[in-house]
């Protein structure tokens, strides 16, 4: 079960219930992976909606990474995310918002 205190959320892929989150490292791997785009840029496109395909799976690659997955982007090409892209995009908008958000 993801701890959303702990910046976790969970995604089910392909049946599997797994916690993903964006650690520094996850961070790191998302900025490498975006070539020349900037992780604020990234939470800009996510922001407005206007965020690519591959935008979304190198984030929910790097946080099933961070969370502790040992697969890569191209494990997903054909894995079943619930909730399709929806659900990936939804779980993807919550990584972005707990990774960012500032303690109470």
């Known amino acids: 079960m993801a701890n959303p205190f702990a910046g976790e959320v969970e995604l089910c892929v392909d049946g599997a219930r797994l916690p993903a989150k964006l650690t520094l490292g996850a961070l790191a791997e998302l900025e490498a992976g975006l070539g020349t785009g900037t992780l604020a840029e ?31 982007a191209e494990d997903l090409l054909t894995a079943e995310i619930e909730g399709g892209p929806v659900g990936a995009a939804e779980a993807a908008a919550r990584m972005l918002a707990l990774a960012f958000r500032v303690p109470e």
Do not use: N, P, Y
Not at 47 to 67: H, K, V
């Open 42 to 72: 990234l939470v800009g496109r996510f922001e407005s909606g206007a965020f690519s395909g591959r935008d979304l799976m190198l984030l929910i690659t790097a946080g099933l990474r961070g969370g502790g997955w040992q697969g890569r």
